[in-house]
């Protein structure tokens, strides 16, 4: 099999990219382990309305669960402090399959329980890769392979791009999708208590009428394995304003994945791939946020390798654009967050909270600058 274009993983990063490249006139492949796009979630599925529009993507009613217009953050001592700013809760079952299908209207193929093993280097150049799908282990050859794959990025690491994740470097998470949960739906909830969540937080995505997620994460170094269902059931019985607002919940969904919170990897092209969304680390060291970058860096990679194609130089040299494009879109985000992230575990929360929700006309300095928009929401 040759294509122009192998993505691997139809995530949003993936589908996005595959969306791109097949709307340009290429050949594309998406190679999707999973029997279903989009399920299980893995996601507490919060993106800002500024993420959507920047990744071009018209919000549709089938995929938002409920809207939001700020985040409330709460310090230990229960004081709390509001950070405004418009969002939505997603449904990424659906929104997921959205994304997918746009890829394939434009022309993209699809194969489901097709699971990538490794990628084919020829002469120090990908080439495509190896996948085992229900009938065996075939090899797909294409122009440009994307790496697409998630936190795992098994493509990413066997072509030489993506070193393995330290325990520091990765937040692991447990989310119950509950319903009968009783908190203000305008907003996402947002939990500090270094004792509770260290290196992490807890939160609740209302999803409406009811619904939510209600999750943790907590850092990779400071857990062992298993340790963040615990923490999750701990809050819910023990810590007073999470196990109030879930008194009368029930779980009807357990959600369990790992967040990279290192920040990009140095490099996320080379000869014949590019690598994007959490396979390159492209997720908010802060929030663990990474819907808004896959989407905005997954729409670059697939318009870069269909350009690579059209000018027939699929080189790193050429493919090298898309980390200077990705790069420009977010600035010094990655970088700002990733110094915030280093600091929040040295500073006493109860304190930063009391002193914003002391600054005088805050919200409208928050609006107008849009620094902790820049920061929380990536
Ligand atoms: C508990 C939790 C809560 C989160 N909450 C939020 C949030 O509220 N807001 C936010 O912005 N971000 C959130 N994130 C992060 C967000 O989910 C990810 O950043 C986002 O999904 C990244 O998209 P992606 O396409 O890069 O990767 P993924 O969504 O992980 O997609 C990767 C795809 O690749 C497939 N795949 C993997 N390996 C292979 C292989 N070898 N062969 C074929 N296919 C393969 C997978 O099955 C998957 O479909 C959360 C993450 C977790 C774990």
Redesign the pocket.
């Known amino acids: 099999m040759e294509f122009d274009v192998v993505v ?9 990219a595959a969306w791109a490249a097949a709307e340009a006139g290429c050949d594309v492949l998406v ?4 029997a279903e ?2 399920v299980p ?7 800002s309305a500024h ?1 959507l529009e920047h990744a071009g993507i018209e919000p549709q009613d089938e995929w938002i669960a409920t809207e939001i217009s700020r985040a409330l953050i709460y310090a230990p001592n229960g004081k709390e402090f509001e950070v405004p700013g418009d969002g939505y ?1 997603l449904e ?1 079952r659906v929104f ?1 399959k959205w994304l997918v299908v746009r890829a394939v209207e434009a022309g993209a193929e699809v194969k489901l329980l ?4 490794r990628a084919l280097v020829d002469d120090g150049r990908v080439v495509g ?1 190896e ?1 085992e799908g229900v009938d065996g282990v075939h090899e797909v050859r294409a122009r440009v392979t994307i790496a ?8 990413g690491r066997t072509a030489g791009l993506v070193p393995p994740l330290k325990p520091t470097e990765i ?1 692991t ?3 119950y999708e509950m319903i009968g949960v009783d908190v203000e739906e305008d907003a ?1 909830h947002f939990f500090v208590d270094a004792e509770f969540f260290p290196g992490g937080y807890f ?1 609740i ?1 209302p999803k409406g009428e009811g619904r939510a ?1 209600v ?1 943790v ?1 907590i850092r990779g170094s400071e857990s062992e394995p298993g340790d963040a269902l615990k923490v999750l059931n701990r809050a819910l019985e023990d810590h007073e304003l999470i196990s109030e607002a879930v008194a009368e919940a029930v779980p009807v969904e357990v ?6 919170v290192c920040g990009p990897v140095g490099r996320t092209y080379g000869d014949g791939i590019l690598v ?5 680390r ?3 060291p802060v ?9 905005v860096c ?1 729409r670059i990679a697939g318009e870069v390798a269909a350009e690579a194609i059209e000018e027939d130089d699929t080189s790193a040299t050429f493919l090298k654009q898309y980390q200077d494009q990705w790069k420009e879109e977010f600035g010094d985000t990655f970088g700002c967050a990733r110094e915030v992230a280093e600091i929040l575990p040295e500073l006493n929360l109860e304190e930063v909270v009391e002193f914003l929700s002391s600054v005088e006309n805050l919200e409208e300095l928050l609006r107008t600058s849009g620094i902790l928009e820049d920061i929380w ?2």
């Open positions: 691997v993983g139809a995530g949003p990063a993936g589908s996005v190679l999707e382990r999973k796009v989009g979630k893995q996601c507490a599925e919060g993106i993420g809760v990424r997921d097709a699971r990538a093993r890769v996948y697409a794959d998630g936190i795992e990025s098994r493509i937040c998470c447990a989310q996402t939160w995505f997620n999750g994460g959600n369990v994945g790992g967040v990279p994007v969304g959490d396979a390159a492209q997720v908010n929030t663990g946020g990474g819907l808004h970058t896959s989407l997954g929401w990536g």
